[in-house]
């Protein structure tokens, strides 16, 4: 990524703690809506992701805390490159990566991403699965109580 780092995408007023959400269509909407209302996407983003996400789920099954990184497959709806981070009070179900059965995770922090740019998205999307599988990282990300701790955290750990 020439253009930014990872780090630069992540913004305060993006984070959302104790979320709560009735199933993930209802949380992706939620997030979409406040990227909407911040700027950082148009109206229809939140549809186009949760179309991507019922074609290609994102519910990882890490090992300490559960995640998901859901994204639209066209940018277009992407105004400024950001990702939209909820820390979920309950856990929501997403269907399972890659699972050819209806086999879900309870989600307990999910990593929305809004970028333009496609090899961009896959340099991001592979920083953020090598934090996921460090269970250290993902255990002291989840314990953090504010936007401004977790933002500090995520730094210091996508920074290495």
Known sequence: MNEYKIEDLLFEELILMDQE???YEDLITQIGELAFEKGYVD???????IEREK???TGLPTN??????????????V???????????????????????????????VFLLAVNGS??????LQKLVGMFSDDD???????????????GVLKEILSQ
């Open 137 to 151: 990282a993902m255990v002291k990300l989840n314990d953090m109580k504010t936007a401004s701790d977790t933002i």
């Open 79 to 109: 105004k400024k490159s950001a990702i939209i981070i909820s820390k979920l009070k309950k856990p929501v179900l997403f269907k399972e990566m890659g699972s050819s059965t209806d086999s879900f995770i309870p989600v307990d922090i």
């Open 43 to 49: 109206k229809e983003f939140s549809k186009a992701v």
């Open 21 to 23: 959400a009735s199933d």
């Open 55 to 57: 074609l290609y789920p």
């Open 64 to 77: 300490k805390v559960k995640v998901a990184i859901p994204h639209a497959m066209v940018r277009d709806n």
């Open 119 to 124: 090899k961009d998205q896959l340099t991001i």
